[in-house]
């Protein structure tokens, strides 16, 4: 493609060069430059992409879109200088691979907790119904059946409309995606055409990134303020977030709710360990989820649907048969008479309705021991409030490491016990291996106990330095179930 035909959605601001130039592809990162590529630099939260220029060209990049202009401008190569390279770069993804978003009807889905479910229930709701889907989320990527692994909850720009562009070749109809604060605030879904946006709740996370929560909503919210017209705005009306996210948007705005009058309503009715029973609109309906918080997430899958042109009584038909996403309230019956739940708690809020969740299961009649810890190099604040939601709901508590990355784990454990008071500490053990802590937690449990295994759900690696150490909490509790 034609370097000027890529510049049609952004101004620049300065040119040097041929824009005739043919492109071969377009990247932000100069180690993945290939001949006739254009290298966009980008300032990142780490380096300025812009000291990598020479790199790209030597690589042989033969277009530049950078916002400052380098002294000297190399021979043969076009220079475009733009205001924002992180806007541009999704724009012109965007158009080097054909506009992919708006061959498909692709809808986005925001929010602290929840995306994951709501994104991935979606995509098996539509496969079920005989559509051909994609499905973009923290888990792993999918192009109908084709998984392919997933290293971010929304994928860089370029990676992002790559996937996209092969979901239309694949002759995809629908494409179901999570759209990260981290991806909304650096632009990764700029030039992207969504039919529909969901949000389901705001609490504490990534102060680390953000800063203040109001950064931390206000990204949120550039997502709804950039949909289009006819596109449509799904919100939680019992979140107190909820009407702030749609207040400037240009969508349809529905909403969903389990308290209060919305467009699309659910009332649990029922609930037990292998699911519950719900009143969606007026009509009953049996689900294989269990948490309150899922009959919200299961109303925004709903309302979706039917804004998505389905049948509400197919929609309901589908949706009992589906089934609880890998590493989310996930169950494993032990041979002892014990529960373990698998869950990627890793917020307070999250800590606190999974263990909401079990509680109103087992309606007092066992135990819950709860593993837990909090990531490394990431948000410091949320960790004594996670202790404090863990101790509040468990009869013991296992505080133990995460993915600890660049951090020594037990300054992580030690900022979690400072939310805790001497009597609140009588409940708690510190183990700083993983598999130590799930070991002993199990080895606590009687017949009719849970044990929660908190914050890494689907996740098979344990991140130590740098380095991802295979690591799954379901296969160490499987092979425990086994032993004991
Ligand atoms: C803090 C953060 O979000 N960082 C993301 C950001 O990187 P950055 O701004 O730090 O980039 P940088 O390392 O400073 O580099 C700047 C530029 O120089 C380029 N570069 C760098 C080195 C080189 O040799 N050559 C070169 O060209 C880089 O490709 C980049 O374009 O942009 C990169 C490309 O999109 C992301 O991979 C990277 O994700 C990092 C690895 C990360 O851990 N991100 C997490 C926090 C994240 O994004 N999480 C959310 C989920 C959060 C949630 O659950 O809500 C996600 O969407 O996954
Ligand atoms: N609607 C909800 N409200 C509160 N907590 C929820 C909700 N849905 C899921 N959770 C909890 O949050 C955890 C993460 O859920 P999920 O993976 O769907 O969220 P996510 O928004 O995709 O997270 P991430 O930001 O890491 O991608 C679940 O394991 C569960 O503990
Ligand atoms: N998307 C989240 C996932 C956190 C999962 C938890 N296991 C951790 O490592 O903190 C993040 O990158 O902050
Ligand atoms: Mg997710």
Redesign the pocket.
Known sequence: MKLNELLKNIKPIGITGDTDTEITGVN????LIAAGQL???????????HQ?IS??IEQGAAAVLCEDMPESVAAGVTFVQVTSTEDAAGKVATLFYRDPSRKLKLVGVTG?NG?TTVATLLYNMFRAMGYKCGLLS?VCNYIEDEAIAA???????IELNQLLHRMVEAGCEYAFM?C????IA?R?ISGLSFVGGIFTNLTR??LD?HKTFENYRNAKKSFFDGLPKTAFAITNADDRNGMIMVQNTKATVKTYSTRVAADFKGKLLECHFEGMYLEIDGREVGVQFIGKFNVSNLLAVYGAAVMLGKRPEDVLVVLSTLHSVRGRLEPIHCAVGYTAIVDYAHTPDALANVLNAIHEVLDGKGKVITVCGAGGN?DKGKRPLMAQEAVRQSNKVIITSDNPRFENPQDIINDMLEGLNSRQREKVLSIVDRREAIRTACMLAHKGDVVLIAGKGHEDYQEIQGVKHHFDDREVVEQLAVNQ
């Open positions: 932000i990162d100069s180690r290298f966009v630099a980008m300032k990142g939260t780490q380096v300025d992409g990598f790199k790209a602290t995306k923290t290293d971010h909850t929304t994928p860089d720009p999570e990260s604060s981290h991806a650096q990764r996370d990534h990134y990431r």
